[in-house]
């Protein structure tokens, strides 16, 4: 635990912190998107925020990919599991509530088999283990998660397994930095520089956002998850703030290059294809900003296999999670926040996953707000 420890330094902290005060204009706000639900649990656990100057400000994003689900695809998850069939899927999405605040948990409660795996492989071997039971895998996340499901899909593929199929709900970060950037919503703030995520960025690589850097004139630098990762991050992003460039920097280079995992690329390319257009919570349809599984694996493509309804969706009344996913309001800005809505009770995805941002402040920001 050394290596991990060595990220975490008290004293090390304090000196990125004097820098960082050093280093900002007096009279002017720095508005920095953590992109990454990541990146705001290790503001809010290790008291990052606490150490930054009052100008500076972090703006929490899009990066959950439980949260950014919208209530139609978990309606359709629901309605899967209801269709005599094993719905498999991570353990987060068993709590969001989708219309009429059911959920897949509830589904389960009702007798769907429903269950939740810890990676396409669980799914797999549930597949094997049930061959006269269709088994389904509702597959969500961004890039990060999207090279086990093409590897599961090739695997599936290759065994000849005609009872495992998946639903493709893997999204692409540039797509949506790009959609925040590109139609700024009334109350949005503006943002000044972006915290890139670590985890995508490994996969990915740095060179997919050099055109979002340049198109909207916003530096991006790539931060690693521990707490001075995210202060060296925000001090290169101050620093190219105050000097007016734009440009990709990558903080976490001791595991992010500039191509990425070219071996894993090639592996998503060849299962999956771009999604024409997609509805992600909080930012909208957005083109190109998702993947779908490309015809040569069409026998197992859960959207081909089984008739799924496409019934219009109910937001939760009173929920503020598309704007918190904006950066347009905080979680404390919700009036269900911390009363009606808490972790045992959610009525929102940002309050259910570990990487949501209410999840955040209900953890580790609610109680200090409320004693200061
Ligand atoms: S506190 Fe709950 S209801 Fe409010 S935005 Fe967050 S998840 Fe939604």
């Given at each position: 635990m050394k290596y991990i420890d060595d990220f975490r330094r008290n004293d090390l902290a304090q000196k990125?912190?004097?820098?960082?005060?050093?280093?900002?204009?007096?009279?002017?706000?720095?508005q920095l998107m953590e992109f990454c639900g990541g990146h705001t649990h290790a503001i809010f656990r290790y008291g990052v925020q606490d150490l930054m100057p009052s100008n500076v400000h972090y703006v929490h994003g899009p990066g959950c990919p439980v949260c950014v689900l919208p209530i139609?695809?978990?309606?359709?998850?629901?309605?899967?599991?209801?269709?005599?069939l094993i719905l498999c899927t991570y353990g987060d999405l068993l709590r969001v509530p989708g219309s009429g605040r059911t959920s897949l948990l509830k589904a389960k409660a009702e007798g769907a088999d429903v269950r939740m795996v810890y990676s396409t492989q669980d799914a797999l071997h549930i597949a094997r283990a049930n061959p006269q039971r269709q088994v389904v895998f509702f597959a969500i996340g961004f890039e990060t998660t999207t090279p086990p499901s093409a590897v599961a899909l090739k695997q599936a593929k290759a065994e000849g397994l005609s009872n495992f199929s998946l639903v493709c709900n893997h999204v692409l970060t540039p797509a949506a930095i790009h959609g925040i950037l590109h139609t700024p919503l009334p109350g949005q703030l503006a943002i000044d520089g972006l915290l890139g995520p670590s985890h995508v960025s490994t996969v990915i690589g740095t060179q997919p956002y050099v055109p979002l850097a340049q198109t909207y004139a916003k530096p991006i630098v790539i931060s690693g998850f521990e707490p001075l990762d995210v202060m060296q991050a925000s001090l290169m992003l101050i620093r190219q703030i105050n000097q007016g460039r734009h440009e990709v920097e990558n903080e976490y280079?001791?595991?992010?290059?500039?191509?990425?995992?070219?071996?894993?690329?090639?592996l998503v390319a060849e299962v999956f294809e771009l999604r024409p257009s997609f509805e992600w919570r909080g930012l909208g349809r957005l083109p190109d900003s998702a993947l779908q599984i490309r015809p040569e694996y069409a026998e197992f493509d859960a959207e081909r296999r089984f008739d799924l309804p496409q019934q219009p969706a109910e937001e939760v009344k009173g929920c503020d999670c598309p704007s918190i996913l904006r950066g347009i309001k905080r979680p404390s800005d919700c009036k269900l926040f911390g009363s009606v809505c808490t972790p045992d009770n959610p009525m929102g995805s940002c309050m259910v996953s570990s990487e949501g941002a209410c999840a955040a402040y209900w953890t580790y920001g609610r109680f200090r707000q409320e004693a200061a």
């Open positions: 990125l912190a004097r820098g960082i005060a050093a280093a900002v204009q007096p009279g002017r706000d720095y139609g695809r978990v309606d359709l998850a629901i309605a899967l599991a209801r269709q005599n280079t001791r595991a992010v290059s500039a191509e990425g995992n070219r071996k894993a690329l090639a």
